[in-house]
């Protein structure tokens, strides 16, 4: 049972309706997330920065790649939301993460996400190490910002309890 309701747009003041209709607008429909956060505006800001992160992210990396660092990272944080929306989005591209033959980037991608899900304090050298054959400095401090912010996510919907949206739950029988 969530802890906190999901807002809904006939319910928000003006302010609220204006920042909900400019993300309509640009991105599509509020999820049970965002309709938790946009009670509080800076807080829906500051989670939504996520998106800039994700397509500077996808602009070395790739989707498949950032979406098997998002999976990584949830499944390692154990937010059932963010795993099954991450599991959906890679079922339906047919991949199976437990048996999917990884490029040697995307696994170095998929270990730090785990690694700094872990254990931020104690991430192996040897991470970095790899990380730095695939990506410069520059890429590395987005990657790690990505990762900082999709843990955030995570957080939030496992602290705030918030339910799964409809479309997720068939996912979660797979």
Same mark, same amino acid.
């Given at each position: 049972?969530?802890?906190?309701?999901?807002?809904?747009?006939?319910?928000?003041?003006?302010?609220?309706?204006?920042?909900?209709?400019?993300?309509?607008?640009?991105?599509?429909?509020?999820?049970?997330?965002?309709?938790?956060?946009?009670?509080?505006?800076?807080?829906?800001?500051? %989670?939504?920065?996520?998106?800039?992160?994700?397509?500077?992210?996808?602009?070395?990396?790739?989707?498949?790649?950032?979406?098997?660092?998002?999976?990584?990272?949830?499944?390692?944080?154990?937010?059932? %939301?963010?795993?099954?929306?991450?599991?959906?989005?890679?079922?339906?591209?047919?991949?199976?993460?437990?048996?999917?033959?990884?490029?040697?980037?995307?696994?170095? %991608?998929?270990?730090?996400?785990?690694?700094?899900?872990?254990?931020?304090?104690?991430?192996?050298?040897?991470?970095?190490?790899?990380?730095?054959?695939?990506?410069?400095?520059?890429?590395?401090?987005?990657?790690?910002?990505?990762?900082?912010?999709?843990?955030?996510?995570?957080?939030?919907?496992?602290?705030?309890?918030?339910?799964?949206?409809?479309?997720?739950?068939?996912?979660?029988?797979?």
């Amino acid at each position: 049972m969530p802890y906190i309701s999901q807002l809904k747009y006939e319910d928000a003041n003006e302010e609220t309706k204006k920042v909900i209709d400019a993300w309509v607008a640009e991105h599509g429909p509020l999820t049970n997330m965002k309709e938790t956060l946009i009670h509080s505006i800076p807080a829906f800001h500051a %989670l939504m920065e996520w998106f800039p992160l994700e397509e500077a992210c996808e602009s070395f990396l790739g989707e498949r790649a950032v979406n098997f660092f998002c999976y990584a990272i949830s499944t390692t944080n154990d937010c059932l %939301l963010c795993s099954i929306f991450f599991k959906k989005i890679l079922d339906d591209a047919g991949i199976d993460f437990a048996t999917f033959d990884f490029t040697d980037e995307e696994r170095v %991608l998929v270990d730090y996400g785990r690694a700094i899900t872990a254990d931020a304090n104690h991430i192996d050298p040897q991470i970095f190490a790899r990380m730095k054959e695939f990506w410069n400095e520059e890429q590395i401090v987005t990657i790690t910002a990505f990762a900082t912010l999709m843990i955030a996510t995570n957080i939030i919907n496992k602290s705030l309890q918030i339910n799964l949206d409809e479309e997720l739950i068939p996912y979660t029988k797979r």
